[in-house]
């Protein structure tokens, strides 16, 4: 049993193929196989069940997935932070998360990180949501991972960093637009802009939805939260967004107004790692920059 075997064993897991996994690594399915067939021999158990659609793992193998998959992402952690003792100052910083999340909430930490610390790497890996944040965390050698906070996961430790209040999206002369706030039995007449199906801040707003008794009728949906205002200032629909920081609420210029729905459950959103007592002194400072910005700029924004 290698290394190497168990690295292809967890991508073939994850993956639930091994064609696609012989792609990703430039090999030959049958050199997969032969990585899954040497564990095989040396567990004496049945590691996975081939299906029509591909591979899943059997209970044995799911054992085995998670206890490798914990061991690698600690082993490639130390090595990095092995690399960085080594170089000194520089060294890298990889985040995941939404395609529009650093312009809401990293744009100024981001800048400071960098004058800082101008020779280390920062790099971010695009998720469209939260689920896909933490398997992203879980598969690969990634730091951090910005998320809205949920149910706990297991292998993830969360920290809540700010709580961002729901607002209205509405055009100018729609009629809402002139209020101080929206009810929440105001909004069952709404045409409703959905965020995205899979979105933890989707769910977060159902389950309030269905707390309350509210019906809301939907003929839209987006893929984040900006495509979400921009057809509300385009008078489509009505979006409910969360209030990001360095927003004006109530409020805003131009053609679109943000009007507070303050009796709506806050949406928690922080981060995201496998285990913060492992994470790097750089990924430490830059997750701490982030989070000191963010409270910043929503205390500037009250």
């Known amino acids: 049993m290698t290394l190497d075997d168990l690295r292809v064993f967890v991508a073939v897991c994850r993956a639930g193929s091994l064609s696609a996994v012989a792609r990703d690594l430039g090999c030959t399915q049958s050199a997969v196989s032969q990585h899954v067939r040497r564990l095989e021999k040396q567990t004496g158990a049945e590691l996975l069940e081939r299906h029509a659609r591909g591979v899943v793992p059997t209970e044995a193998g799911r054992i085995l997935q998670t206890a490798a998959a914990d061991s690698i992402a600690g082993l ?168 990001l920081p360095g927003w004006r609420v109530p409020g805003s210029e131009g053609p679109l107004r943000l009007v507070p729905v303050p009796a709506l459950p806050p949406l928690p959103v922080g981060w995201a790692v496998r285990r913060w007592a492992a994470l790097s002194p750089l990924a430490r400072v830059f997750a701490d920059d982030v989070a000191r910005s963010c409270t910043a700029r929503a205390a500037r924004q009250q």
Do not use: K
Not at 192 to 212: G, M, T, V, Y
């Open 76 to 243: 490639d952690g130390a090595l990095r932070r092995l690399d960085e003792l080594v170089r000194g100052d520089s060294g890298s910083v990889r985040i995941t998360t939404g395609a529009t999340t650093v312009r809401h909430f990293m744009s100024e930490a981001v800048v400071g990180f960098r004058r800082r610390h101008p020779r280390v790497s920062l790099e971010f890996q695009t998720e469209n949501s939260s689920r896909s944040c933490f398997d992203a965390l879980a598969a690969d050698d990634l730091d951090l991972a910005w998320i809205t906070i949920g149910r706990p996961v297991r292998g993830i430790e969360q920290r809540p960093v700010m709580e961002l209040p729901w607002v209205l999206a509405v055009c100018a002369d729609d009629p809402l637009a002139a209020r101080p706030r929206v009810e929440p039995a105001d909004l069952t007449g709404i045409r409703h802009i959905r965020l995205p199906e899979n979105s933890a801040s989707r769910a977060h707003l159902d389950a309030a939805f269905a707390q309350s008794g509210i019906r809301i009728r939907s003929d839209t949906s987006v893929a984040d939260w900006d495509t979400a205002l921009l057809l509300a200032e385009l008078g489509l629909g009505h979006a409910l967004v969360p209030a």
